[in-house]
């Protein structure tokens, strides 16, 4: 694979990395930042009360960013291969992919979703399912070459 090929899947975990700091900072910081990054209602709400579903939810949802990161990374071996590595950076895949592009259509009919937030983090997650595809051609290949 093209050295221009493993960039990608360093982005992608680059961006999930990005993502954990984001969600674990939220928490920290609080509210405002919930309203900033888009949470829901109820997620800025419980924020504001001091409830545990905000602060729980930030945790799961960079967890599962922090586990994307580290399929990339191992995809790259920068750290140890991880198991189910091609099935794990397949569905990585398919998710950020569909998260990029379900919004263009979804803004047809809720203009809401018509923001400079939404747009980026779509392009975002759209880089991020590419790298995801660059990762899984790249353990693809290595798979070949072993056997």
Known sequence: ???SHT???YLAGIIALIGVVIHLATIVAGP???VFFGAPPKIVQSARDGTWIAPVGGLVIAGLM???AAYAFSALGVI???PLLRTGLAGMATICLLRALVLWPLMINHPELRNTFEIV???VWGLAGVG???GFRLVQMQSR???
């Open 121 to 123: 983090a779509s392009i």
């Open 7 to 9: 960039v990608w899947v």
């Open 80 to 82: 140890r291969r991880l």
């Open 132 to 134: 995801f595809v660059f």
């Open 1 to 3: 694979m093209k050295k």
């Open 32 to 34: 405002s930042w919930y």
């Open 145 to 147: 070459v072993a056997i």
């Open 66 to 68: 922090a586990i994307c």
